[in-house]
T-cell receptor
Framework: GENVEQHPSTLSVQEGDSAVIKCTYSDSASNYFPWYKQELGKRPQLIIDIRSNVGEKKDQRIAVTLNKTAKHFSLHITETQPEDSAVYFCAAFSPGGGADGLTFGKGTHLIIQP | NAGVTQTPKFRILKIGQSMTLQCTQDMNHNYMYWYRQDPGMGLKLIYYSVGAGITDKGEVPNGYNVSRSTTEDFPLRLELAAPSQTSVYFC???????????FGPGTRLTVL
């Protein structure tokens, strides 16, 4: 099955700086890569996703890049703000896995220092 | 639309007790999922369903059961609760496996 590794597990950045979270996946057939944000005590919510026919996608201060050859994808947050503090999960969807083909990484705790 | 709702929000069980975690969605989604999230860990899939009357095991199904008699409801049953089942449980739904999953607010369960 698919295996998703996420790094780092904790990331502390100064407010206004950029943050980058990286994920690697094992199944070269994986074709959908969502990112979820989970604030403390809240439910995970999708913030951005990318499909395998696209190399980069941007939404305001958030961007995701995908390198299919290297089998890794990254979340980039620019001009970080206090409200960006949360746990971020990457995931990869493997078609061979069927309806349960989405595999999550273990999460990155992003801390924005004032 | 209420989206995905879960009850109860919190529950404390004694070892050996049973309970049902309720999950309802009003978005007419066929796909529904149950995850557990242990402290500092990611989401582990317990069970999932691709439509009414169809359920299947995920990564960590032992100690749990599910049913899907309607499109809207996907209850999770815990039989003979054990301390290892202390966790936060999230229900999610989506239109398709390769689409955004919408999560419920979660149920925080403690087994003592």
């Amino acid at each position: 099955g698919e295996n998703v590794e996420q790094h780092p597990s904790t990331l502390s950045v100064q407010e206004g700086d950029s943050a980058v979270i990286k994920c690697t996946y094992s199944d070269s057939a994986s074709n959908y890569f969502p990112w979820y944000k989970q604030e403390l005590g809240k439910r995970p919510q999708l913030i951005i996703d990318i499909r395998s026919n696209v190399g980069e996608k941007k939404d305001q201060r958030i961007a995701v890049t995908l390198n299919k050859t290297a089998k890794h994808f990254s979340l980039h947050i620019t001009e970080t703000q206090p409200e960006d503090s949360a746990v971020y999960f990457c995931a990869a969807f493997s078609p061979g896995g069927g309806a349960d083909g989405l595999t999550f990484g273990k999460g990155t705790h992003l801390i924005i220092q004032p | 639309n209420a989206g995905v709702t879960q009850t109860p929000k919190f529950r404390i069980l004694k070892i050996g007790q049973s309970m049902t975690l309720q999950c309802t969605q009003d978005m007419n989604h066929n796909y529904m999922y149950w995850y557990r999230q242990d402290p500092g860990m990611g989401l582990k899939l317990i069970y999932y369903s691709v439509g009414a009357g169809i359920t299947d095991k995920g990564e960590v199904p032992n100690g749990y059961n599910v049913s899907r008699s309607t499109t809207e409801d996907f209850p999770l049953r815990l039989e003979l609760a054990a301390p290892s089942q202390t966790s936060v449980y999230f229900c999610a739904s989506t239109t398709h496996a390769r689409s955004e999953q919408f999560f419920g607010p979660g149920t925080r369960l403690t087994v003592l």
